[in-house]
């Protein structure tokens, strides 16, 4: 599919200027949340549909820390990489400039078959906001909150799924409370199509019961690139959807909780 086919979002994304920051950002990465990312050899040479658990809030470091490193490892034109995100995150002032020409696009199924169709692949989590501002304490849960439109979509398009766990990004910033009531109550699910709405502790805000644009703390960040799940095979031509929702958030839960474990508490003696 040539360029000029492609949605505009899509044809936002800008090769020669993710060559041109990719050095700087990588290197910032590493140095302030000393990114680590493994298992990129299991990504099929195809097109697939990376699913991923959401962290940190609105500054979504998972997402940047995975975008730098897929495109470090793959290089920038090879196989081009898009991540789905909300609309607040790719119309934002300055940041979300940033991220379309990082191929950051809206959260569409139009644009996940588009993406797929040109020989790209496509990042989502199904998690959104409610997963990206889950209560600290349940930093390492995978909650996807019986969503499955990213299997129905990887279903439909014949994509296999490579699931992906990171660890760190909910290190960033301290949420408080899930927020999933207050949202309900202002009735921010139907009128910006925002589900959680908690009290954060983050920089330079302190504490907020608005989620703003903050810095990220230097978190250590790990991130695990999973083996592929190939949906028709596994759960057939007519799937339970239920079933195959267990079944690949469980496989995540295993991922991410290994991958919590490598996290060193220093003892205090």
């Known amino acids: 599919m040539s360029d000029e086919s492609l949605p505009v979002e899509l044809r936002e994304r800008d090769p020669e200027f993710i060559r041109a920051v990719l050095p700087t950002l990588w290197l910032a990465s590493t140095v302030w949340f000393r990114a680590e990312v493994h298992g990129f050899e299991n990504v099929p040479d195809e097109p697939v549909l990376f699913v ?6 609105g500054a979504t470091p998972d997402t940047f820390v995975l975008l730098l490193a897929y495109n470090t490892f793959f ?6 990489l898009y991540a789905l995100a ?25 644009f996940a078959e588009k993406i797929f ?17 889950r209560p600290w304490r349940d930093r390492h849960k995978i909650i996807f909150s019986g969503r499955t439109g990213f299997l129905r979509l990887a279903h439909r398009c014949n994509v296999k799924i490579v699931p992906v766990v990171a660890t760190g990004g909910h ?20 009128l910006l199509r925002v589900k959680s709405l ?14 703003l644009p ?10 695990e690139v999973l083996e592929p799940i190939d949906v028709r095979e596994r759960f057939g031509a007519k799937p339970d959807w239920d ?7 469980s496989v995540m839960q295993v991922g991410l909780s290994n991958l919590a474990s490598q996290t060193v508490v220093p003892m205090v003696r």
């Not at 290089?75 to 081009?80: D, K, N, Q």
């Not at 908690?198 to 989620?211: C, D, K, N, R």
């Open 117 to 133: 169709d040109s020989g790209g692949s496509a990042l989502v989590y199904p998690g959104g906001d409610v997963e990206a501002l």
């Open 52 to 57: 991923g658990n959401h962290s940190g809030g």
């Open 214 to 223: 903050h810095l990220p703390l230097p978190a250590k960040i790990r991130m």
């Open 171 to 190: 290190d960033t910033l301290i949420v408080l409370n899930d927020g999933r009531r207050t949202a309900k109550m202002l009735r921010l699910d139907k």
């Open 86 to 110: 909300h609309d607040t995150i790719t119309s934002a002032p300055l940041l979300g400039g940033l991220t379309r020409r990082l191929g950051v696009v809206p959260a569409d199924n139009g």
């Open 198 to 211: 908690p009290m954060t502790l983050s920089v330079p805000w302190g504490l907020l019961p608005v989620p």
């Open 75 to 80: 290089t920038v034109e090879g196989r081009p």
């Open 243 to 249: 079933d195959a929702l267990r079944y690949v958030t």
